[in-house]
């Protein structure tokens, strides 16, 4: 009768025992399906990060070549206003002389 109680005192704690270890493994197969289901939203937020620097970056390289080309225009009128600022200066210059010319032939005449 001894062994009999021995035997089923044994068989109830391995019982308990695999029932632990079920337990366990639930509980672990749980936190798993938890952790990857964060990982994907992670990667998710990671690839609507990324797509948002893109546009980001590609908005920037746009509005920095828009920026030259305006430069570029600018300098371009810059340089054809110094262009006829010289001109004009030689200009003025040839009738300050025409008109010295002038004044000096009304004298001596």
Do not use: C, P
Not at 30 to 51: F, P, R, T
């Amino acid at each position: 009768r001894n062994d009999l109680q021995v035997a089923h005192q044994r068989f109830e704690q391995s019982e308990a025992g695999r029932l632990a270890a079920v337990d366990t493994a639930t509980t672990t197969s749980a936190e798993m399906k938890l952790i990857a289901s964060k990982v994907a939203g992670l990667e998710l937020q990671l690839k609507e990060s990324d797509s948002k620097l893109k546009a980001t970056a590609e908005r920037a390289s746009a509005k920095a070549e828009e920026t030259q080309a305006q430069d570029a225009t600018s300098q371009e009128r810059r340089t054809e206003m110094e262009e006829l600022e010289k001109k004009w200066k030689e200009n003025l210059a040839s009738l300050e002389a025409d008109l010295e010319a002038a004044r000096g032939s009304t004298k001596n005449a």
